[in-house]
């Protein structure tokens, strides 16, 4: 049954979803640009802060003032216009998106995205931003179909960053009938929320995070360690909880959280934090960067200086924890292990992930200076049993944990799907 509009206005008065969220809204020129007007309308009712961005050829198709009317935000136009502050307007604007909704995206600014050409404020904002974006097509059909227009359509999603909303059929503008119509606004505006609210996506789940390094005695002083912070593994179990998911950090860093945190020390505490509660379990997430070997024996007082030039340490193989959980795990159960490696990273990456019978690995390079190891910041590859790849450029470790979260949602998604 189709509401009536008077039903959808009352229900956004007294309801905003979107509240405290920022929405850049990106106008290009097609015919379809006067529904942004409704798109804005919609938005703003919801609750979003929403600020609109025209290309210069919007504006052949709407003015600025009815957006800033309708946003109650004065519209943005111009790339070197005056400012009334000191940061270019693309940065400022770019910072504060919590997503992007380009609507209309004719076949040229979705040329310009996929080859990262920035000749106007939209186009520089969106390259400057590292939001989410939701791009709907409108087009005329034959331009759409066009191998270009579908090449630069499957450029943008396979990147991390993108969401097409697909144009519907039905007879566009200049009067030919296919695919091209822009999707309907109340189409457009619930993809926008569900992206916007995906905070519980994670409801019912059980996780198990892993963060930090192990560290294996040697005597009551000294350990073998490594240069793991723990900051990833913390952002993913942050991400993951802020979602709905009930998590459980077994880490070797200590915080105060609101979900249970097990602090270890060495790999076999690990192990048996992490197997106690695995049955238990929708998903494994090890950023842990676990010692592959312990010493022997630990010293039960402080190992003295001798005569001798020479220490010899024995050491010991550890538990591989997930290598032992990947081959007892469910169906229904996901694993997401990490690779930091120093070269050949897709390749080592991709023997772990199948070696290991992951779901997921994800990737760093750790010969790159200044971001991974006790970083805020790191630059990863996501590579799946199934053999897709993902490259994340740099960016800060929550970003990539959200990212991580969307990921691990789509799966419990394909397993709820799958036949049993
Ligand atoms: N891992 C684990 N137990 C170990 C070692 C690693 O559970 N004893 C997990 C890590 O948490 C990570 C994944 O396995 O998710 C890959 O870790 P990595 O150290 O890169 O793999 P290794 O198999 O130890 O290979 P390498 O020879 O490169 O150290």
């Given at each position: 049954m189709k509401k009536s509009s008077k039903k959808r206005e009352s229900s956004f008065d007294s309801f905003n979803p979107l509240e405290n969220k920022t929405v850049i809204l990106g106008v290009s020129g097609g015919i379809a640009a006067y529904k942004a007007c409704d798109i804005a309308s919609l938005l703003r009712r919801s609750g979003a802060n929403v600020h609109a961005v025209l290309t210069p050829n919007a504006r052949e198709f709407i003015t600025p003032l009815s957006l800033t009317t309708i946003t109650r935000n004065p519209a943005h136009c111009e790339q070197y216009g005056q400012s009334s502050n000191w940061r270019p307007e693309h940065i400022e604007l770019a910072k504060s998106a919590d997503l992007i909704l380009i609507a209309p995206a004719t076949a040229d600014l979705i040329a310009k995205l996929a080859t990262g050409i920035c000749d106007d404020l939209l186009t520089t904002m969106v390259l400057a931003s590292q939001a989410k974006v939701m791009i709907a097509p409108a087009m005329n059909p034959v331009m759409l179909q066009h191998p270009a227009t579908q090449y630069n359509l499957s450029v943008l999603e396979n990147r991390y960053r993108y969401d097409i909303i697909p144009s519907e059929y039905g007879e566009v503008a200049c009067g030919d009938w296919g695919s091209g119509k822009m999707a309907a606004v109340e189409t457009i505006i619930t993809a926008v929320a569900a992206r916007l609210l995906a905070h519980k996506t994670l409801a019912t789940k059980r996780l198990i995070v892993t963060a930090g390094g192990t560290r294996e005695p040697i005597d009551p002083v000294r350990f073998i360690g490594n240069r793991s912070s723990g900051k990833m593994g913390i952002a993913m179990a942050d991400a993951a909880f802020a979602r709905g998911a009930e998590v459980t950090l077994v880490s070797t860093v200590e915080v105060e959280r609101a979900y249970p945190v097990v602090v270890v020390e060495t790999a076999q505490e690990m192990q048996e934090a992490v197997e106690s509660e695995f049955d238990l379990c929708d998903a494994l997430v090890m950023t842990a960067a676990v010692a592959d070997f312990r010493p022997m024996a630990v010293a039960n007082h402080k190992i003295k200086k001798t005569d001798s030039?020479?220490?010899?340490?024995?050491?010991?193989?550890?538990?591989?924890?997930?290598?032992?959980?990947?081959?007892?795990?469910?169906?229904?159960?996901?694993?997401?292990?990490?690779?930091?490696?120093?070269?050949?990273?897709?390749?080592?990456?991709?023997?772990?992930?199948?070696?290991?019978?992951?779901?997921?690995?994800?990737?760093?390079?750790?010969?790159?200076?200044?971001?991974?190891?006790?970083?805020?910041?790191?630059?990863?590859?996501?590579?799946?049993?199934?053999?897709?790849?993902?490259?994340?450029?740099?960016?800060p470790k929550r970003a990539i944990a959200e990212h991580l979260c969307d990921v691990l949602s789509e799966r419990f998604q394909m397993l709820e799907k799958a036949p049993v």
């Open positions: 030039d020479d220490l010899v340490l024995e050491l010991t193989k550890n538990p591989d924890i997930i290598d032992l959980l990947g081959r007892v795990k469910r169906k229904d159960q996901v694993i997401i292990g990490f690779a930091a490696e120093s070269e050949a990273l897709l390749s080592n990456a991709t023997q772990k992930l199948k070696r290991k019978n992951l779901d997921v690995i994800v990737g760093n390079d750790i010969s790159v200076p200044e971001i991974g190891f006790g970083s805020d910041d790191n630059a990863v590859v996501i590579l799946s049993a199934e053999g897709t790849r993902e490259n994340l450029p740099r960016m």
